[in-house]
């Protein structure tokens, strides 16, 4: 059994989550318990840590590539985990799932096309279609029966208007938590099918699912016409700086084309310990995983209890997937510098703004809840001194 209710922070190291220069111009104050970064508080699986010493033990770094076993690997896993096939052929190996996202980008559109995203949604989108040149065309999400639901009619609108090219969507979805049913997926893929649009699938998230859910990735729709980008161990397995990311097409002029890119540009050599580290975690990391879930989960009831009893005016939309919680602060009645005042300087709790996933989101925020859950029951109880002395 691995202890999640514990995190070692006795060790040397530059996270930066913690860099004090990143805290003052986000939050104004480096005084803040930082739950802003979708990474993890707690120690890798076993046989990750296992393989990475063996190769740090043996002193010797020659090159060394296996992306058959990785992928073959990957391939396994999806089969076992989540019902799909994937063909150990179609894979291709990237520095990771942005890189992956800027290169296809770059591969399927033209400068100006429109790229559609449903907001609120991971900040990093913005940044990755303006610095490709391409314009961004924003879907709301909406939220119907106290749950966020994608909007077909509007994603339909602007596709048959001509405004997007491409769709970048998110699944699971960060930062609302929705782990996309087959319907909707099934909905979103014919809505693009009809207008010739592809589907860019980041789903990094695919392996955080809770108790009720399951995962469908696009690449179970129509595999030709869409991309998946199944991610990476990172957010499966806490390896976010030793994980490359992995692309996945049936499309042969996409492979093709986005292979030749990649090799061009000489992107696609990994390094032993992400190669091996990989393996590893996906060969015999699934009983740490189904730990790790479980703790989550319960981490997520224990947060969704506390706010109901003591903080009910505080609300948390229900969390399908991944482990970043949606906070709505709108009935606090506050203006969005004074929430920030409320939670960054009185609170001292370092969670990422609502404004970076989408401008209609500046009274909620995101918060990471990979961590012991006392170090999460401590912000807790600061919000909660913070709005009372209110």
């Not at 997520?300 to 970043?324: C, K, M, N």
């Not at 709108?330 to 510098?337: H, I, P, T, V, Y």
């Amino acid at each position: 059994m691995h202890d999640f209710s514990r995190s070692p922070d006795n060790y040397e190291n530059t996270f930066i989550k913690h860099d004090r220069v990143m805290l003052l111009e986000l939050f104004g104050t480096e005084d803040v318990v930082p739950f802003w970064v979708a990474d993890m508080d707690f120690r890798v699986a076993d046989p990750i840590s296992k393989e990475l010493r063996r190769l740090a033990d043996r002193s010797v770094f020659s090159y060394e590539f296996s992306e058959e076993e990785v992928f073959g690997a990957i391939a396994s896993w999806n089969k076992r985990r989540h019902a799909l096939r994937l063909e150990t052929t179609k894979f291709l190996q990237v520095p990771g799932v942005m890189t992956g996202i800027a290169l296809l980008l770059r591969q399927l559109t033209e400068e100006g096309d429109g790229v559609l995203i449903q907001t609120p949604v991971f900040h990093q989108f913005p940044k990755v279609i303006n610095t490709a040149r391409r314009s961004i065309v924003r879907s709301p999400l909406r939220i119907r029966n106290g749950r966020y639901e994608m909007d077909l009619e509007d994603v339909e609108r602007r596709l048959e208007s001509g405004q997007a090219k491409s769709i970048l969507l998110c699944s699971p979805h960060n930062p609302v938590g929705r782990v996309w049913k087959p319907e909707e997926l099934q909905g979103l893929a014919a809505i693009a099918e009809r207008y010739g649009v592809i589907i860019i699938s980041d789903e990094i998230f695919s392996d955080i699912i809770y108790a009720g859910g399951a995962f469908k990735s696009i690449a179970a729709f129509d595999p030709e016409q869409h991309v998946a980008l199944l991610g990476s161990p990172a957010k499966s397995f806490g390896m976010q700086s030793i994980s490359n990311g992995y692309v996945y097409t049936e499309n042969e002029d996409i492979l093709r084309n986005l292979g030749d890119e990649i090799d061009s540009m000489y992107l696609s050599h990994g390094n032993a310990f992400t190669t091996f580290a990989t393996i590893a975690a996906y060969s015999y990391g699934e009983e740490w995983l189904e730990e790790l879930l479980s703790y989550l989960e319960a981490t997520i009831a224990h947060i969704d209890s506390f706010l109901t009893d003591r903080l009910p005016e505080v609300r948390v939309y229900p969390v399908e997937g991944t482990y970043q919680l949606w906070i709505d602060f709108r009935e606090l009645g506050l203006a969005e510098k004074q929430l920030e005042k409320l939670v960054f300087e009185r609170a001292k709790l370092g969670l990422a703004p609502g404004r970076w996933f989408g401008a209609e989101s500046n009274l909620f925020m995101r918060m990471n809840v990979a961590s012991p859950y006392s170090k999460i029951e401590a912000a807790l109880n600061r919000l909660e001194a913070a709005l009372t002395s209110l």
